[in-house]
């Protein structure tokens, strides 16, 4: 194997590497996004949002 396929097969196994890695931190980060956003879904089913704001004791004066 002459000098210049070495190096060749050195570079393309490194870029290989290198694609091999970030796909997979791709799919990694993609796979965490979709856990977190099904975990965020089930928190706000379990505790929903007032629909109607608390009242303010500086607005209102304090309870009589």
Not at 6 to 27: D, E, N
Request: glycine content about 4%; proline content about 8%.
């Amino acid at each position: 194997m002459s000098s210049r396929n070495r190096t060749r097969t050195a570079l393309l196994t490194a870029l290989s590497i290198v694609l091999i890695v970030l796909a997979s931190g791709v799919v990694s980060i993609w796979f965490h996004r979709d856990e977190e956003s099904d975990r965020r879904a089930r928190v706000d089913q379990q505790h929903p949002s007032p629909t109607a704001a608390l009242p303010d004791s500086f607005v209102t004066g304090p309870p009589r």
